[in-house]
């Protein structure tokens, strides 16, 4: 594989990035951020190369990935459209797929949209891909391998890609509440911050292991927790009560609305 160079070094590129790196599976690595300070500091703290600039890093790379602000993507492409022609282009950013990408490139450029996850700084992230690109099949193969380094690669339909986003890429943040929200109540009754993160967080990764593992309907999983007259029943009814699934459909509801007003 050639070398990737990442365009941005924020949160979603720093998790990809180190994810990599602690694969073992990543080629040599470069990035570009316009804070160069920041830029250093992390190269030193992941163990990539950083460059001074756009079109050195493209120049220097064969594969670049487009991970900064999506409306910086407009201004990045306008100073090294030439550079990435005959390169592969895959974009993290969110709301550029492959087909907005067409009248902003060279036609030699070989482009895919992949939605990741911030959990891939662990190597359990999720990572969307879309269905549309003109990557090489080996090409593709590749990268498909790689970023199976730090979560599951699944592909989906370019319609799809909006709602698979909204689930898995936001979902981080609902799950990250949730485990706050749980530990606040193991601290309302006298376990300590730290024991309620890790007793939370253990308890949601078990749970979701022990669901993928098995392939187990989530419903009879917590049937199985739920004996008659207990009190997890009595738990279950009150998040029933408190309009629990209701609150998770319109968390993502809300998602796909603002995605339909950006259009």
């Known amino acids: 594989m050639e070398k990737i160079g990442f365009i941005g070094m924020g949160n979603m590129a720093q998790a990809l990035c180190a994810g990599f790196i602690k694969s073992g599976k990543a080629p040599q690595i470069e990035a570009f951020a ?43 492409l306008s100073q090294v459209r030439s550079n990435l022609a005959g390169k592969a282009l895959v974009s993290v950013a969110a709301g550029w797929g492959f087909a907005k990408y067409e009248t902003f490139v060279e036609k030699s450029t070989r482009v895919q949209f992949v939605m990741p996850n911030t959990p891939a700084m662990v190597g359990a992230g999720v990572m969307l891909f879309e269905k549309t690109n003109s990557l090489r099949e080996d090409e593709r193969k590749e990268l498909m391998d790689l970023f199976s380094s730090v979560g599951i ?64 309907h989530p419903a009879m999983l917590k049937d199985a927790v739920c004996s008659p007259g207990g009190t997890t029943i009595r738990g279950v009814s009150a998040l029933e009560k408190a309009g629990f699934r209701d609150a998770c459909i319109s968390s993502i509801d809300a998602i796909m609305e603002k995605k339909q007003a950006d259009k």
């Open 34 to 76: 316009p804070n160069q300070e920041k830029l250093k500091a992390n190269a030193e703290k992941f163990g990539f190369t950083p460059r001074a600039s756009v079109t050195e890093l493209v120049d220097s790379c064969g594969i670049i990935i487009m991970a900064c602000k999506p409306y910086q993507i407009v201004s990045v």
């Open 153 to 216: 690669v699944e592909e989906l339909e370019d319609s799809l890609m909006g709602i698979g986003g909204a689930v898995a890429g936001c979902g981080p943040a609902f799950v990250d509440l949730f485990i706050e929200a749980y530990a606040d109540a193991a601290v309302k009754y006298g376990i300590s911050r730290t024991t309620a993160y890790k007793l939370v967080s253990q308890t949601l990764l078990g749970s979701a292991k022990l669901q993928l593992q098995t392939g187990t």
